[in-house]
């Protein structure tokens, strides 16, 4: 029964997910192998007609389809007739062909649709999580969330849909066996049944080992992802042992995952035919020293019998098969769960610009910690302003500058904009405002115009958005190294651009926020990884900018802030002080001077 229902449930999750066409599956599968047992069965009239028995009462049904169907041929002789019914039966098994195959093509027509929805559906959960979400899990979590297990997912289903099937084909063959033989039906169905039951324990066996694999398979694509992004740190120290202490124990243990998973497959498969071919000469034995029954008879009903004891052992094995890879699924659609109650909550207040930002008593902590990274912090922003924060590293400036752009939401306190409630705003249209220049590059595998014009959202002609391009990059004062390259715009930059320096890198990323032409713009540590020319050059070019657009700017080089209009310094989570450069400048008592 715990099996009926686990069938029951693992189906459900794929039925909510494809919806009600998955049931064409099963209905041409079951067709076919009616069409299957029917021609089987359709031997029985066939052996009789050959031997002196004369029909029995049972088969006169079948006798009579094949005379209906011909019935223009009653009258012909016995020869001709028993050719139809062998033409008949060749019918049948064209015509279950026919079915299994159409079965089969829906069910890879499901596997691409199931793929499409769980990796885009996935996407979108992910997309729209809450950054304070995200963050608890690393890249090769996800990663093997996207990947890995979504595609065991796909084998899960199918040898889901093929369990499904064989059950079907069980009690068709089981019917069709105590049709023929009572004894052979009632003996096939108990034969299966024991098998079920002896080797659930290595059901369940199968299925721990599976949900540890799905879980292995997320540490070990971390290990993996960290080792490829920082090969060329590795490679220069030498510090391949690090990784591989980590690597090979995780490596080892999937592989002995994968082992015990294979034997116990090979053991299930190995045993089925020895313990058919058993059971059928035992009854084979009993029927014709025991029963006397008729040879024509026996001969369909051992038919039907091992068809029927192959079914149900196929689902014994089709399920172990299941649970090898039900534990991506668990994990896919826990993961699925997860998103959707941890989305990001958002309104459909669209601000035609950003005026005014205003933190009043805002306070932060993560969840499930104690300790407050800012308290009650106050402050306001006005357009077209230029703003700095300052502060030692670990102060709480890149948690303030999560909270500006609203990745993350104030433990206690408000954030305002333009007056308004930040829970009350469309967040998303409100940051496709925001310019936003990290301290990690953030470069894409593409070419440098990729990288700077991403999506094109305005909708630029191909001369204004080359116009703009050039703009934006001799602003970033980048433009002069990219027409020193023979392919221009057009080079392509490798993985997180691997072919330029970290200057360049910083400069495109620069230009790519630059080309979105934010109302705010905001640069943590922008020219942290630039050379005093490159960063004066950036700083010239934040300068041009001053009264265009709202600036925030966050530095250890305290140089970068001298033409703020005003500069608030971060001490332990809390405003410590503000003013101008100079005021904070003269101070000598002042955490400001301390930092310079």
């Known amino acids: ?110 596997r691409g649709k199931l793929l499409e929805k769980l990796k885009c559906g996935i996407m979108y959960e992910l997309s729209n999580l809450k950054y304070s979400e995200f963050v608890k899990n690393n890249s090769g979590y996800y990663t093997n969330i996207l990947n890995e297990q979504i595609n065991r997912s796909l084998i899960a289903f199918q040898k889901l849909m093929l369990l499904c099937g064989n059950i079907f084909s069980a009690i068709i063959f089981t019917g069709c066996a105590f049709y023929t033989s009572f004894k052979f039906g009632l003996l096939a169905l108990a034969s299966g049944l024991f098998v079920i039951i002896v080797l659930k324990g290595l059901s369940n066996y199968v299925r721990m080992l599976s949900r540890k694999t799905a879980l292995l398979n997320g540490s070990l694509a971390n ?163 230029t703003i700095g924060f300052v502060g030692k590293s670990g102060c709480g400036k890149s948690t303030l500058i999560d909270l500006i752009s609203l990745i993350l939401n104030p433990s206690s306190g408000s954030i305002l904009i333009n007056g308004i409630k930040s829970h009350q705003l469309d967040k998303n249209f409100l940051r496709s405002k925001i310019g936003y220049v990290t301290q990690e590059n953030v470069i894409f595998d593409g070419t440098i115009k990729e990288n700077i014009v991403m999506d094109n959202p305005m909708n630029l002609s191909l001369t204004e958005l080359d116009s703009k391009i050039t703009n934006v990059c001799a602003d970033a004062s980048i433009l002069e190294f990219i027409k020193t390259l ?24 620069i230009a790519r926020e630059l080309f979105r032409s934010p109302e705010l713009l905001i640069l943590d540590e922008a020219t942290s990884s630039l050379d005093s020319k490159s960063e004066r050059n950036i700083q010239n070019s934040v300068d041009a900018l001053k009264g265009k657009l709202t600036i925030i700017l966050i530095a250890h080089r305290l140089s970068t802030l001298k033409n703020c209009d005003l500069i608030y310094v971060i001490n332990e989570g809390q405003i410590a002080e503000f003013g101008s450069y100079e005021t904070l400048s003269r101070d000598t008592k002042s955490l400001f001077y301390s930092l310079t």
């Not at 699925?336 to 207040?349: A, G, P, T, V």
């Not at 057009?490 to 910083?506: A, F, W």
């Open 1 to 110: 029964m715990n099996i009926v229902l686990e069938i029951k449930k693992y189906f459900k999750i794929f039925l909510d997910i494809l919806g009600r066409n998955i049931f064409l599956i099963l209905i041409f599968t079951v067709l076919s192998t009616f069409a299957e047992a029917f021609g089987i069965m359709m031997v029985l009239p066939l052996l009789e007609a050959f031997s002196d028995t004369p029909i029995n009462e049972k088969n006169i049904f079948m006798v009579n389809i094949i005379r209906n169907i011909f019935a223009e041929h009653i009258n012909l002789d016995e020869k001709t007739f028993v050719l139809l019914i062998l033409l008949f039966i060749c019918g049948l098994f064209v015509l279950k062909g026919i079915l299994y195959f159409v079965s089969l093509a829906i069910s890879a027509y499901m």
């Open 486 to 509: 023979p392919c221009g715009f057009e080079t392509r930059v490798g993985d997180r651009g691997i072919n330029l320096s970290g200057g360049q890198k910083q400069r495109i990323f």
């Open 223 to 385: 290990m993996i992802i960290q080792y490829v992004q920082n090969f060329k740190y590795v490679r220069s120290t030498s510090q391949y042992g690090f990784f591989s202490s980590h690597l090979n124990p995780l490596i080892k243990k999937l592989a002995s995952y994968e082992i015990k998973t294979a034997v116990s497959a090979a053991l299930t498969q190995s045993v089925r035919e020895p313990i058919a071919v058993i059971v059928i000469i035992l009854s084979l034995l009993t029927s014709i020293f025991y029963f006397n029954d008729n040879i024509s008879n026996l001969i369909v009903s051992l038919a039907l019998f091992y068809k029927c004891f192959t079914s149900v052992f196929r689902i014994q094995s089709t399920w172990q098969n299941v649970l090898e890879y039900i534990g991506s699924v668990e994990l896919v659609r826990n993961e699925s769960i997860r998103y959707s109650n941890n989305i990001e909550k958002n309104s459909f207040l669209k601000l035609d610009d950003i005026s005014r930002i205003e933190f009043i008593d805002v306070s932060f902590r993560y969840e499930n910690t104690t300790q407050f990274i800012l308290n009650n912090i106050k402050f306001s922003i006005s357009k077209s302003n």
